[in-house]
């Protein structure tokens, strides 16, 4: 947990993050650098179009009250869903052995 909360700093943003806050010529060097990354050369007049929304993306908008039923079903299910692989995965194979 501790080295993949310190290597999200190394992660570079998504190029439609940057895009959406308004930071179109960043997200230009975030294609740029996948492509260089997969080996494919971008066309020298490629071009990108942003609709800038300082709201997408931030945290207020999954917990508005249009989108707080649906937030809280799905970290409910999440939640869920991890305590039951961990009883399955962890504690199923030491019930088995004290049997």
Request: glycine letters at 6%.
């Amino acid at each position: 947990a501790v080295v993949s909360t310190q290597s999200t700093g190394a992660l570079p943003e998504s190029p439609r993050f940057l895009c959406v806050s308004g930071q179109q010529e960043k997200a230009m060097e975030a294609v740029r650098f996948m492509a260089k990354l997969n080996g494919k050369d971008l066309p020298a007049n490629i071009r990108m179009t942003c609709f800038v929304d300082e709201e997408l993306g931030s945290y207020s908008m999954i917990v508005n009250k249009d989108h707080r039923k649906s937030t809280i079903a799905l970290s409910v299910l999440y939640f869920t869903n991890i305590f039951i692989e961990f009883g399955l995965i962890v504690l199923h194979p030491l019930m088995i052995i004290s049997e």
